[in-house]
């Protein structure tokens, strides 16, 4: 899958080295998306996420701006998508990444972590109910590790955490169902429009910093948000470093999708979240019982399942690669 040579933030590597391509993107990706979920947990602890729609509003304008800049020094083309179409990704991208932050007043790293990367469960749920397409069994089969990971891990988390509540779960499921439905919409745009992924990412995040804007204005957030940034050089630090370091990470992944396939790069990136659970509790300590061991351990034979279930040639892209 995939081919071409890889080029990321200005780097190039050739095609000819594809061990040195995959190292080259797996080291962005675990490297930039490390730093992005240290960062997402000191900002939970700054309580500056009780500011969702801000934090949401930082993100998408520096999106907006990175992508932008990257463009134009390219020399990209005119816009092929109409704004009506960026209007419906933009509102469920807002919803995905405001639900996401706002869950983190009600839920640990970890968990939170777990329930973002099942995101095959929506995405079955969404084909089953509103396109009508059957899935496969071992797709089933994956979807159902997933959910008893995630109850299993839920439920010994509301037994040691005492301040536990399951609004946060209501939440992130939320945010889950809008990544779902962003991925349908997409790929919808991508095949009648020929758009490119980095007009998506630039006019998506657009259009949903215009909505995001709007909602923080009307609700305070955005005149707490600021007062809280002028009172603290270090939240200023930790907001830019969330944003900067989370659009680098998804143009490494991005650049993975196009030279390897998405069933490697899901690998890669399930993996990356595994070690950002782990990097969690080694950083900011937190109670682990051996039920938690457990049900992570049934939530990654969930992963994995999902993994292959993906594509029945998974085997054969990492044999090409490592041959």
């Not at 020399?75 to 932050?101: E, H, W």
């Not at 509540?165 to 945010?175: E, L, M, Q, R």
């Amino acid at each position: 899958q995939g081919g071409g040579m890889v080029s990321v933030l200005g780097i190039t590597v050739p095609d000819e080295k594809p061990a040195l391509c995959f190292f080259f993107c797996t080291g962005g990706i675990f490297f930039f998306y490390l730093i992005h979920s240290y960062s997402l947990e000191w900002l939970k602890h700054a309580q500056i996420l009780h500011q969702g729609w801000f934090v949401t509003f930082v993100q998408c304008a520096s999106y907006t701006a990175m992508s932008a800049t990257d463009r134009l020094l390219r020399g990209a083309g005119p816009r092929k998508a109409t704004l009506q179409d960026y209007m419906k990704i933009g509102f469920l991208q807002v919803m995905t990444l405001s639900l996401t932050n706002f869950s983190t007043q009600y839920l640990n790293f970890p968990t939170q972590m777990l329930f973002k990367s099942s995101k095959l469960i929506p995405v079955i749920a969404v084909n089953e109910i509103y396109f009508r397409r059957r899935g496969k069994l071992d797709e089933y089969v994956a979807a159902l590790l997933l959910v008893a990971g995630l109850v299993l891990f839920t439920l010994e988390d509301s037994k040691v955490h005492p301040e536990f509540n399951y609004t946060g779960v209501v939440i992130v499921s939320g945010a889950l169902l809008a990544d779902a439905l962003i991925g349908s919409v997409q790929e919808e745009i991508l095949k009648n429009r020929g758009t490119s992924s980095d007009e998506m990412v630039l006019y998506s995040h657009m259009m949903g910093g215009l909505y995001v804007l709007i909602l923080a204005v009307a609700t305070g957030q955005m005149q707490t948000g600021v007062a809280k940034c002028l009172e603290s050089r270090e939240l200023v630090a930790y907001l830019v470093v969330y944003s900067v370091v989370g659009f680098f990470g998804i143009s490494f992944v991005m650049a993975m999708i196009r030279r390897f396939g998405c069933v490697i790069a899901v690998t890669v990136t399930s993996t990356r979240k595994a070690l950002s659970i782990m990097l969690s509790y080694l950083l900011y300590p937190k109670p682990f019982s051996s039920r938690y061991g457990f049900a992570m351990a049934v939530f990654s034979l969930g992963i994995a399942a999902d993994v292959v279930a993906k594509n029945h040639t998974a085997k054969m892209a990492w044999l090409r690669l490592l041959g």
